[in-house]
Every structure is written in C-alpha cells, then in structure tokens.
C-alpha cells in the first residue's frame, strides 16, 4: 500500500502518518524529517536545506526528490510506505509518478487532512518536537510522559525553528502557491480521498482507516 499525505502545514499528516505506519506496518517517510535529522547531524544538506526551512520556503526540487527516491528504494519500502510532506510540488508528483510507473506501480491513496489556516496557527505554537525520532507532541493535545522529554528516546524536545507565527505564515502561503494544486493533480488519478482535519486525531484516524479498509 503506497499512501501519500496531503496537508497544510500543521494539519497532522506527521500523527496521523505515524499512526498509519503503525497499524499497517509501513515506514513512514517524511521529508521533514529527514532533512530535519540532516540539520542536527551538521551534514552538507543539512546546512543547505536550513536555509529555506527557515524561512519557510520549500527546499529545491533538485535536493528533495532524490534523498526521497533513494529513501523508497530501500528494502524496507518493498511492501509500501506512507509519505508525509513528499511530494509538495508538481514536478515532484511528476517525477514519483514516473519513477513509479517504471517500476509498474502506483500511489493507492492521497489523503487530504482538511483543517482551515486559523485553526493552524493556534496549533503550532504549541507543537513540540524530538529532533533525533521525529516524535511530534502539542503541549495541550499530545503532551509528553515528562514535560520536555521525548518519550519514544529520551531526548530533548523542540519548538520547531519554523513553527514561529511569522514563518507559519509564510508556509501557509507557500502551501496555497505551490502544493495545493496536488489536490486536483490526485483527483483527476482517481485516488484522492479527504478528510476533516480539525476532529480529534483518533477520530481523524478512524475516518482514515474506514478510507484503507473499504
Ligand atoms: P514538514 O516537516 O513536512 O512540515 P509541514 O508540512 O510544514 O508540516 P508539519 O510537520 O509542520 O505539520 P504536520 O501536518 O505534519 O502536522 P503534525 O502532525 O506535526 O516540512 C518542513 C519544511 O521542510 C518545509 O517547510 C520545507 O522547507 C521542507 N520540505 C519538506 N519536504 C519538502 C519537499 N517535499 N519539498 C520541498 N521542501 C520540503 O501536527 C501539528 C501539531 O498539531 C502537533 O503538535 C500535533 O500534535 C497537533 N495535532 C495533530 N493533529 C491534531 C488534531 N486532530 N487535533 C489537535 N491537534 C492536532
Ligand atoms: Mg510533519
């Protein structure tokens, strides 16, 4: 099963993706993380994909698309993956579709999580997160064991260097420009499916599994 997970930002495609990684034993892969995880260790694209993050731009095509198709070569993507934050760009759907298609395969589901920008906003100030797992918590909604402690790995949680009200704002508007056109590009293929983000998350995640299982 080849999921991909469209969203604003802040919409939840991260829980909810894990969610579905865990309950159909698929990888979750998300962009953001690995090049949040590359930002951490100090590597060369680490430093330049920093840059646009940000600032909340989207990180060039040229870098994404190919730590992405490197990343769904391996063997543990064989039996599919959920995608989060990937593709964000037309070209990119471009490029997954081919690189897909010569392997004689395709994308099953894109799942739209549905939540209106003010909604967003709000969340994201109270988003933390774990740099070295990708563990995602909200201080109100999600909180950790232990305040401050990520409770998959013990280590320190973040307020995200982008999730300032300023740069959210930039990203919803990079958002509108660049990735929503997917919707549209996902539907004319048959596999767009939406949901409402704005529900409590396992009741968002119970409107997805209905999605998977029918
Ligand atoms: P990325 O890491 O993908 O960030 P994003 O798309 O902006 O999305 P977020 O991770 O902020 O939100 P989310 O939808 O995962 O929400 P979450 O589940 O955490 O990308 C970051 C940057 O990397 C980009 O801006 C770009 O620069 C670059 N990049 C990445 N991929 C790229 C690509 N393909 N091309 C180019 N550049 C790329 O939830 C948010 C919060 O809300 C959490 O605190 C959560 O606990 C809470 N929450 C979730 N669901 C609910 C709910 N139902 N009710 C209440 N609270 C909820
Ligand atoms: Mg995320």
């Known amino acids: 099963m080849k999921i991909i997970m469209l969203g604003a930002p802040g919409a939840g495609k991260g829980t909810q993706a894990k969610m579905i990684a865990d309950r159909y034993g698929i990888p979750h892969v998300s962009t953001g993380d690995i090049f949040r995880a590359n930002i951490k260790n100090g590597t060369k694209l680490g430093m330049e994909a920093k840059q646009y993050m940000d600032k909340g731009l989207l990180v060039p ?49 894109a799942i739209d999580v549905e939540v209106p920008d003010e909604n967003i906003v709000k969340r994201m100030g109270g988003r933390r997160a774990c740099l070295s797992c990708g563990a995602t918590y909200h201080i109100e909604h999600v ?20 999730d300032k009200p ?44 209905k999605i998977l299982e029918a």
């Open 61 to 109: 095509d040229e870098l994404t698309v190919k730590i992405l198709l490197d990343r769904v070569a391996e063997e543990d993507c064989r039996n599919g993956y959920v995608l989060d934050g990937f593709p964000r760009t037309i070209p990119q759907a471009e490029v997954l579709d081919e690189a897909l298609a010569g392997l004689g395969e395709k994308i099953d589901y």
């Open 143 to 162: 909180p950790p064991k232990k305040e401050g402690v990520c409770d998959v790995c013990g280590q320190e949680l973040v307020l995200r260097d982008d």
């Open 166 to 209: 300023e740069t959210v704002r930039n990203r919803l508007k990079v958002y509108h420009e660049q990735t929503q056109p997917l919707i549209e590009f996902y539907q004319a293929k048959g596999v767009l499916k939406s949901v409402d983000g704005t529900m409590d998350m396992k009741d968002v995640f119970a409107a997805i599994e």
